[in-house]
């Protein structure tokens, strides 16, 4: 039997992921160490391997098959566009993506003006004003913090994850229109899918089991 290889987005839905997967009985002891520096962790047992990566890259490695399966948020996957399929919505790492900013850009909005906006989500934000909305904006890529560009004056709104709002009020912004909804993912190589379809599929019905 060849190893089964999953690939899990750094941080706290990692943790959550192995809380889940050990509900039906995956689990990687190896993992629980908290001093290790070792990148990839086995299962012999099981003939499984997870490796932990950067969220944007999760998709990379499923669609290239580095990675049989994958566990990301929604976001990264609208992001990315990669090929592969997306099996199973997980319920957890719930959160919303929108369009933020100060009240008094809300008129920008609802008049379709040239606007600035700032965000970690090109793609999405793209998506959203360009094919949605139909209005041209500017669409300023950054890399963190975002509520810190309509405060500083780089744009007029943002494009960012919402979870509790209270980073939006802590800072006097607020939420302008709702993008779509986020939550964890679990995402399969198309190859893998095929190939693998019995052992894949029986994680994919145990998951569905519990959850
Ligand atoms: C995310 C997001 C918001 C915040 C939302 O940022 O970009 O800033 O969390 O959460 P809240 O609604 O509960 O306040 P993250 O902490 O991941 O870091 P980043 O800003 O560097 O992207």
């Given amino acids: 039997m060849r190893y089964l290889t999953f ?59 580095a990675a049989d399966i994958g566990v990301v948020g929604k976001d990264t996957i609208l992001e990315e566009g990669r090929r592969m399929y997306e099996v199973l919505d997980l319920g957890y790492g719930k959160c919303r993506m929108c369009v933020c900013g100060p009240e008094s850009a809300r008129e920008l909005l609802n008049h379709q003006e040239l606007i600035r906006v700032a965000t970690k989500y090109p793609h999405i934000a793209k998506d959203y004003f360009y094919n949605r909305k ?38 006097g912004l607020g939420v302008l229109e709702e993008v779509c909804p986020l939550s964890a993912r679990m995402v399969v190589n198309q190859v893998s899918m095929k190939m693998e379809n019995e052992r894949i599929g029986g994680i994919i019905n145990r998951l569905k089991g519990v959850l």
């Fill in 134 to 171: 139909h209005q041209t904006v500017e669409i300023i890529k950054l890399n963190g913090s975002i509520e810190l560009a309509p405060i500083v004056g780089l744009s007029e709104v943002i494009v960012d994850i919402v979870e509790t709002g209270s980073t939006l009020r802590e800072n």
């Fill in 7 to 65: 690939a899990l987005g750094k941080g706290r839905l990692a943790k959550k992921t192995m809380e889940l997967f050990a509900q039906i009985g995956i689990t990687c002891e190896e993992m629980q160490d908290p001093a290790t520096r070792k990148l990839i962790f086995v299962n012999e047992e099981l003939k499984l391997k997870f490796f932990l990566a950067k969220a944007p890259d999760v998709p990379t490695y499923v669609e290239y098959g």
